[in-house]
């Protein structure tokens, strides 16, 4: 009777019980998705544009055909690499202290938040845009994040909306989400108002829509 393999994944008579071989290769594929996806993060936030397989693998430290072993297509790699980007900065959406304070102070907390977030996360907000339309999973995740925005709004500025009809109150949340949208504040940038200027355009707007 011939000896077993020690390269085999299973040891025993026990179908369940995986070798520390095989749990090391499968622990060392996910740390080099891990990296390839970090890579495409570091690229993207660089600024320079959707990156190459090559550029991906010499940031990764990995091979380009390793880069497509861990990943179908670089457009996969792409979402991934988005999606985790935005998982992991939640906490650039937050408004401080939200709902807290007088009008004037919430509409300058939410100016204030909206200005770090798209300040922050321009290069990535530009690939989801860009990559919405083909794919189904970046449309899902750019979707979440504009909820989220629009339920902050909603939330954060309750007592101006509570009086209002639930059709007023959806269209003054989506008025509100649009003037504040990366859209208008990339839009504005391109018609040259700075920080500041947009920081007083959006002040000054908001307070109409809240005031009236």
Known sequence: MGTRNSSQSRTGDDPGVVEPAVDGRRRRRELGRIAVVDAVIDLILDGGGPPT????????????????RYFESLDELRRVGVQRYFERID????????????????IDALVGARLDFYRS?????????????DVAEMRT???????T??????????PELADLTPTAK?????????????????LLHDQGLDRAAIRRAWRTHLTLLLVG
């Not at 906490?91 to 919430?106: K, T, W």
């Not at 995740?141 to 909820?147: D, H, I």
């Not at 959806?170 to 990339?186: C, H, K, N, P, Q």
């Open 53 to 68: 397989a090559e550029q991906i693998a010499d940031r990764a430290d990995v091979s380009v055909a390793s880069v497509y």
């Open 141 to 147: 995740t750019l979707q979440r994040v504009r909820a």
């Open 170 to 186: 959806r269209d003054r949340v989506a008025v509100i989400a649009a003037l504040t949208s990366f859209e208008a504040w990339d």
């Open 149 to 158: 925005l629009a339920d902050q709004i909603a939330q954060h500025f309750a």
């Open 91 to 106: 906490h650039l959406i937050a408004i401080p202290d939200i709902g807290v304070g007088p009008l004037p102070d919430r």
């Open 121 to 133: 996360t321009e290069p990535i907000n530009r690939m989801s845009r860009h990559q919405a339309p």
